[in-house]
């Protein structure tokens, strides 16, 4: 069943990728076109059958809680597009929320 | 200086013991190559040349004192020059992911992978080219350029570690690191006629190695000889506190040398010889499951019922958590920033711009099977149907000790073959899926050459942690036959 437009554009927002009205069609054939594939899934029994999480089952393998050295400030900084006074810059996030 | 390249890695490192060669010679030697070859082959992003140099003096020294002084032999890997593919992290070296958000990006730290290979005193050259977020099957999904097959260069490497496989094809490095989530060591191993491992799941530690599909990415190596892989194993293997998916099980010491084959039983899956396998690759891997029998193993058929499964519940799987593992990618803490300067559209500016379309295609499916209503339907499904993958594989080895197929439908096909069609793209790796979703290890080693010249490979699966196992195997092999010394004339 091929994915609607909306639906793409949809997923896009969640994804937080701004897609071209293109990009919105040929990921849109595309996208439909594995997931038909996937579909065959939907035909196997897995009535009783646990998922996979991880193959080795999943833990938490706990440390003492003792600090131990971590990359300086300038390390963590030096990587950032917009560095300012030792933080990291972004646009103003609480006003004007969409 | 041609004729220090085409030593094998443990040739080299009896050379450097010996004092009849240096590090630095043949860190040079290995530069040289790159200089010489790379304009055609493009398989390395990033050449660190004065810090190879640097690596390689004091592995002189250490070696030199060992000479002098005696004490605890060198490791093989003492000044040996090695690539490391770009989704791996040398701190202070670039790290891209063959992708243009992390442009610039130099990691603050190095993987532990990379970090115990540089303890061993290795030399690392530099970092290859992959597809993108190691997401592909050809290194045509890279930002920076496609690399080139060493044997014919019109022809793909394989992906995603098509750069790594490149580089020890085309002697420029004397091996390799790679990943491998769904087939990204194995299957450019086989491509450029290396021979490549793929590690089992937690079996060397992913700390540093940039994440596309946290229960399945592995760290492993490509190099010229199952016996040139195995102190890059060696060094490699082994909890690492810093990853908690890494085993505590002990590394065994595994001999080579002197290893049999007698009594091994090899099953040889029946839903791997399906319609659409190259005639030449079907005839070299039975030939290859042959040779193996005079070498005294026996071969019996066995089936992995859920094969064709494996496909679609990877592609279900890998995204979603590579949708999970990307979500970091927003230019904020590292890479470049686009848009216009406002929240949130800087997110999808940076994101829609700097992501390829591949890269893309796989967040969105991954965000799709697990948004709220198909969740159940599609992720919650795959990972009941990985279960029963898993289950098939555990069942073929109470009847055999190693699972022989083949790695690839066909040998390299051509640079631009798969066009703007992803699914097909994907049908390239439906024999190397299934030890990723079961978390096993697989080999691929060359056993043989198309009538077009191109390498065809041979793959072994062994049940989780038995590497000893795959590597004796394809050295039993490979003292046999001579496919893996062949060079491409390039």
């Known amino acids: 069943m091929p994915l609607s437009i909306e639906t793409v554009r949809h997923i896009a927002r969640l994804a937080r990728l701004q897609l071209t009205p293109s990009e919105e069609r040929r990921y849109a054939s595309q996208l439909s076109a594995v997931l038909d594939y996937a579909a065959r899934l939907q035909q196997v029994d897995t009535s009783g059958i646990s998922p996979t999480a991880s193959v080795l089952g999943l833990s938490a393998p706990l440390r003492p809680d003792e600090p131990r050295p971590s990359p300086s400030r300038e390390q963590i900084l030096a990587n950032a597009p917009h560095p300012e006074g030792g933080m990291f810059r972004v646009p103003r996030v609480l006003e004007g929320e969409p | ?490």
């Open chain 2, 1 to 490: 200086m041609a004729e220090i390249t085409r030593l094998t890695l443990l040739e080299a490192a009896g050379a450097l013991r010996a004092g009849e060669l240096s590090s630095e010679q043949l860190t040079r030697a290995c530069l040289s190559r790159i200089a010489e070859a790379d304009g055609r082959v493009h398989a390395f992003l990033h050449v660190a040349e004065d810090l190879a140099l640097e690596q390689a003096r004091a592995a002189d020294r250490r070696l030199a004192e060992w000479r002098r002084r005696g004490g605890e032999q060198p490791s093989p890997l003492a000044g040996i020059p090695l690539a490391v593919k770009d989704v791996l992290c040398l701190q202070g070296v670039p790290a891209t992911c063959g992708s243009r958000i992390l442009e610039g990006f130099r990691p603050p730290y190095t993987a532990t992978s990379v970090r115990r290979l540089l303890d061993a005193g290795a030399v690392t050259l530099g970092k290859t080219n992959t597809d993108e977020f190691a997401m592909g099957s050809s290194t045509e999904n890279s930002a920076y350029g496609v690399t080139h097959n060493p044997w014919n260069l019109e022809r793909v490497p394989g992906g995603s570690s098509g750069g790594s496989a490149a580089a020890v094809a085309a002697r420029m490095c004397f091996a390799a690191l790679g990943t491998d989530t769904g087939g990204s060591v194995r299957q450019p191993a086989c491509f450029c006629g290396t021979t490549g491992l793929k590690t089992s799941y937690g079996r060397v530690s992913r700390y540093g190695l940039i994440a596309y599909g946290s229960s399945l990415d592995t760290v492993g190596a490509l190099a010229r000889s199952a016996a040139d892989l195995l102190p890059l194993f060696q060094v490699m293997a082994g909890h690492d506190p810093l990853d908690t998916t890494s085993v505590e099980d002990p590394v065994p010491a595994i001999q080579l040398d002197g290893a049999s084959l007698a009594g091994l039983r090899i099953g040889v899956p029946r839903e791997y010889f399906i319609e659409g396998l190259q005639p030449a690759v079907e005839a070299a891997v039975r030939q290859a499951v042959g040779q193996l029998e005079a070498l005294g193993a026996r071969a019996q058929e066995v089936s992995l019922p859920h094969t064709d499964l494996a496909l679609p519940v990877y592609y279900l799987i890998a995204p979603a958590e590579a949708s999970a593992n990307l979500a970091r990618y927003d230019g904020v803490r590292y890479g470049p920033r686009q848009g216009p300067g406002q929240y949130p559209e800087d997110f999808f500016v940076t994101r829609g711009q700097l992501f390829g379309p591949e890269v893309k295609r796989r967040i969105m499916l991954g965000t799709y099977a697990l948004s709220a209503g198909y969740y159940e339907a599609y992720y919650g499904q795959a990972q009941k149907v990985r279960t029963l993958i898993k289950a098939d594989f555990e069942a073929a080895f109470a009847e055999v000790d190693l699972i022989a197929c083949p790695v690839a439908p066909t040998t390299a096909f051509a640079i631009g073959k798969h066009g703007d069609d992803p699914l097909s793209m994907y049908l390239e790796d439906v024999f190397t899926l299934p030890a990723n979703l079961a978390g096993i290890p697989g080999i691929s080693f060359p056993v043989g050459f198309d009538p077009d010249g191109l390498p065809i490979g041979m793959q072994l699966m062994a049940p989780h942690l038995a590497e000893a196992q795959l590597l004796r195997a394809a050295h039993a092999y490979q003292q046999a036959t001579a496919w893996h010394m062949e060079v491409p004339p390039l």
